[in-house]
């Protein structure tokens, strides 16, 4: 969506490689977030970053995955050692001041073959 | 553990007719509610957000609102094929972790021609 970029739109590796996903946002937001969708199914909360808090990595199914945030704005998300139930959709969303939702990205669909 | 429960569907409506969608949550504190639209292969799209007890209209859009009940509800009138999609429901939660909102897991809809 506007006002979040995300790359590569798609994605393909071979099992056991190592990903990155960008989310480049607009500034002015208050927080950032991953969100991982798999065919068919609903939004699986990764991490979010908020100001200069120490992230929330809640979600993070394994220790194979891991992001950052750099200057408050560009974020990667990396995979290691891919697997093929990795294969999803990866959502970056942002939020800005005040309780007026997200703003989703247009994803990045990986396919771990 | 908050909450946010949808009816996964799918709900089938013929074009014309009123597509009801419901969608209930758990943190009796929640203050916003907001509704993706999410067709498919595609990411998540705010189409309404609705803050106070009661009916918000857009277009033909309804959101209700009960938080005495603790439920939300979107109303389709002259529902289009266009319509049919994924609608999540979304609810913020106070000092959660997890980012702000959490998403149901969405209803499917079609709207048949």
């Known amino acids: 969506g506007a006002g979040v970029s995300q790359s590569p739109s798609n994605k393909v590796t071979e099992k056991g490689k190592d990903v990155e996903l960008r989310c480049d946002p607009i500034s002015g937001h208050t927080a950032l977030y991953w969100y991982r969708q798999s065919l068919g199914q609903g939004l699986e909360f990764l991490i979010y970053?908020?100001?200069?808090?120490?992230?929330?990595k809640s979600g993070l199914p394994s220790d194979r995955f891991s992001a950052e945030r750099t200057g408050g704005s560009v974020s990667t998300l990396t995979i290691q050692r891919t697997q093929q139930e990795d294969s999803a959709v990866y959502l970056c969303a942002i939020s800005g001041w005040g309780n007026y939702g997200y703003t989703f990205g247009s994803g990045t669909r990986l396919t771990v073959v | 553990q908050k909450e946010v429960e949808q009816n996964s569907g799918p709900l089938s409506v013929p074009e014309g007719a009123i597509a009801s969608l419901n969608c209930t949550y758990s943190?009796?504190?929640?203050?916003?509610f907001f509704w993706y639209r999410q067709y498919s292969g595609k990411s998540p799209e705010l189409i309404m957000s609705?803050?106070?007890?009661g009916d918000k209209e857009d277009g033909r859009f309804t959101a209700q609102l009960n938080k005495a009940s603790q439920y939300v509800s979107l109303l389709i009138r002259d529902s289009q094929p266009s319509d049919s999609a994924t609608y999540l429901c979304a609810v913020n939660i106070m000092g959660g972790s997890q980012g702000n909102l959490i998403f149901g897991k969405g209803t499917k809809l079609s709207v048949k021609p």
């Open positions: 943190d009796r504190v929640s203050q916003s």
């Open positions: 970053f908020q100001g200069n808090s120490a992230p929330d």
């Open positions: 609705i803050y106070s007890n």
